[in-house]
């Protein structure tokens, strides 16, 4: 794994955006258009600032996340009023959002309709840009949870799949595994030293049900990008 460390998030943010859309130009110039998977939670709020903050043609750029907390849009836990409100403005408001969410109550029921929208995007994704959780879960794949064998299985054609996770609240849209390796380019957005010691562990271990982030580490060309 190529690791890029940087002495603050502020440094981290203001390489990595410049990086991402030199990729997106990149998609852009040999296919029309490209796509970026993101991640929510905590960790991407700079990232989506700076982004926003870039000129590019966004109005040529698809974008949708790698899971979502099945709650509402409005929902401070949700992953898209996150992106909407930090990525989806200034420059990159003229990009095309694909959102996780339907109008269903279980998000097992949503699958169909919401793989048909992610369909549209333009594919494969050029960049995915990966979160990890403490747990060692990325995406919404999720250590113990019913699903995870469903979600690491690299002979399913289905790009989606509902979570429900033991270890963290609200139901999950999440990408498979499979989804997920498809994409371009991989990064790994960390920040702080715990999150550094969960890395190792995965690093170090050899079961991806436990944690999950190894079943991408050990199969896919990563670069972590990593800020104390
Ligand atoms: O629940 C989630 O958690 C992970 C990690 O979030 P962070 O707050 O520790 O950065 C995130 O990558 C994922 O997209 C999100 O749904």
Redesign the pocket.
Known sequence: MKQSTFESAEQLNSVFSQRIVELLEQGIAKKGRASILV??????LGLFKALSETNMDWSKVDIS?????WVSTDDDAS?EKLVRNNLLQGYASKASFYSLVADKADAADAIDEVSARVSAMSQPFDVLI?????DG????LFPCSAQIQQGLDLNTDQQLIAVTPTT?PHQ?ISFTLKALLSSQNIFLHLTGES?KQVLEQALAGDDEFAMPIRAVLSRADVELMWAA
């Open positions: 991640s929510g939670g905590r960790t991407p996340l790698a899971d979502e907390r992953n990966l979160g990890m959780g403490e879960h990325t995406a919404s963290a999950r999150k």
